[in-house]
T-cell receptor
Framework: AQRVTQPEKLLSVFKGAPVELKCNYS??????LFWYVQYSRQRLQLLLR??SRESIKGFTADLNKGETSFHLKKPFAQEEDSAMYYC??????????FGAGTTVTVRA | DADVTQTPRNRITKTGKRIMLECSQT?????MYWYRQDPGLGLRLIYY???????NKGEISDGYSVSRQAQAKFSLSLESAIPNQTALYFC?????????FGPGTRLTVL
């Protein structure tokens, strides 16, 4: 079975401060990990995926297989980063399992 | 992203009514999915389809049914709606890996 855990439901940071969203997973094989973002009143969209190793909007995430984690980080949060963030895992069957989500609020 | 569309966008209905939510995509993907989003629970998979002849139950399929009318169309039905089916419903499509989501349908069952 595959499972994704996001321990923080809410995260509030000040503009310019670092932000880290935690994601832990359980999966017996080799998963593909994603971060999706949902801005207010908008659809979910892909933020980044671990195989691309890109930095999108200043966010990065590193897959740590030893700790089964895929934490999302940004060194300097911006107000436009306020959104709901979902960590997701895809196994060999191409189904996505989502975490419960973390709501990020960036304060001026 | 108008590649994945859902109708209706909002719907209020009564307990016991039959409801159909529709999803269309122009991305040419074979794989399509239906999720529901509830506060504190994230997105949960209801049904998914990997091609027109393939339909599979997700983790919360009870009370729902689907129809894959064509590669581009995937409908979700609630045969007899109940209040705990009040949620935001998302359709998604994928090729290999990334899923693309529709705008969502907000369903309220009174």
């Amino acid at each position: 079975a595959q499972r994704v855990t996001q321990p923080e439901k809410l995260l509030s940071v000040f503009k310019g401060a670092p932000v880290e969203l935690k994601c832990n997973y359980s999966y017996s094989g080799s998963p593909e990990l994603f971060w999706y973002v949902q801005y207010s009143r908008q659809r979910l969209q892909l933020l980044l995926r671990h195989i691309s190793r890109e930095s999108i909007k200043g966010f990065t995430a590193d897959l740590n297989k030893g700790e089964t984690s895929f934490h999302l980080k940004k060194p300097f949060a911006q107000e436009e980063d306020s959104a709901m963030y979902y960590c997701a895992l895809s196994g060999s069957d191409y189904k996505l399992s989502f975490g419960a989500g973390t709501t990020v609020t960036v304060r001026a | 992203d108008a590649d994945v569309t859902q109708t209706p966008r909002n719907r209020i209905t009564k307990t016991g009514k039959r409801i159909m939510l529709e999803c269309s995509q122009t991305k040419g993907h074979d794989r399509m999915y239906w999720y529901r989003q509830d506060p504190g629970l994230g997105l949960r998979l209801i049904y998914y389809s990997f091609d027109v002849k393939d339909i599979n139950k997700g983790e919360i399929s009870d009370g729902y049914s689907v129809s894959r009318q064509a590669q581009a169309k995937f409908s979700l039905s609630l045969e007899s709606a109940i209040p705990n089916q009040t949620a935001l419903y998302f359709c998604a499509t994928s090729g290999r890996g990334e899923q693309f989501f529709g705008p969502g349908t907000r369903l309220t069952v009174l």
